[in-house]
T-cell receptor
């Protein structure tokens, strides 16, 4: 079973507006939740993370929210910029695990 | 940028031939990983290494083997390539276990098996 689910394969947003990317997970034992960003022909790069003991983490235009009761993670980008157009992967890991489990990704297109 | 080099960047091969992909790092990081990225599947872990000669299987390890004889090099081998192994392969390194923040990826190898 897939432990991390990104149910929206794509999202289009107007420049300057808010982008909201969503992720659901099934395993409550994960300690950290992460978002990675990927441009074409490049490897993924770390964007932002949140510990399971928190419900919000903010870094500039990027904010990640964690709703543990709903097992739901979201990434907010405000304001969205054309350079944010990329594929976004959510991922999670647990203590003692060598592995990150990634979602299938959501392709964000920010329209100028 | 983290010092990770994947080679080759692109490769076309025929079904049944052996293929080796190389990942080289200059960061002296302990952990190294091989992922594959496929449409509709995201990133899936193939194998990982937690030290020289210490490796273990990931989610999709069938048909792949790995070796790590030096800290800086992690090789992924397809013993007999199949069309289902056409994919983009990413190497990653980290020096911290499990939190994820310090997982750095290479630029990828596009492999086509005809």
């Amino acid at each position: 079973d897939q432990q991390v689910k990104q149910n929206s394969p794509s999202l289009s947003v107007q420049e300057g507006r808010i982008s909201i990317l969503n992720c659901d997970y099934t395993n409550s034992m994960f300690d950290y939740f992460l978002w990675y960003k990927k441009y074409p022909a490049e490897g993924p790069t770390f964007l932002i993370s949140i510990s399971s003991i928190k419900d919000k983490n903010e870094d500039g235009r990027f904010t990640v929210f964690l709703n543990k009761s709903a097992k739901h993670l979201s990434l907010h980008i405000v304001p969205s910029q054309p350079g944010d157009s990329a594929v976004y992967f959510c991922a999670n890991s647990g203590a003692g695990s060598y592995q990150l489990t990634f979602g299938k990704g959501t392709k964000l297109s920010v329209i100028p | 940028d983290a010092g990770i080099t994947q080679s080759p960047r692109h490769k076309v091969t025929e079904t049944g031939t052996p293929v080796t992909l190389r990942c080289h790092q200059t960061e002296n990081h302990r952990y190294m990983y091989w992922y594959r990225q496929d449409p509709g599947h995201g990133l899936r872990l193939i194998h990982y290494s937690y030290g020289v000669k210490d490796t273990d299987k990931g989610e999709v390890s069938d048909g792949y083997s790995v070796s790590r004889s030096k800290t800086e090099d992690f090789l992924l081998t397809l013993e007999s390539a199949t069309s289902s192994q056409t994919s983009v392969y990413f190497c990653a390194i980290s020096d911290v276990q499990a939190t994820g923040e310090k997982l750095f990826f290479g630029s990828g190898t596009q492999l086509s098996v005809l």
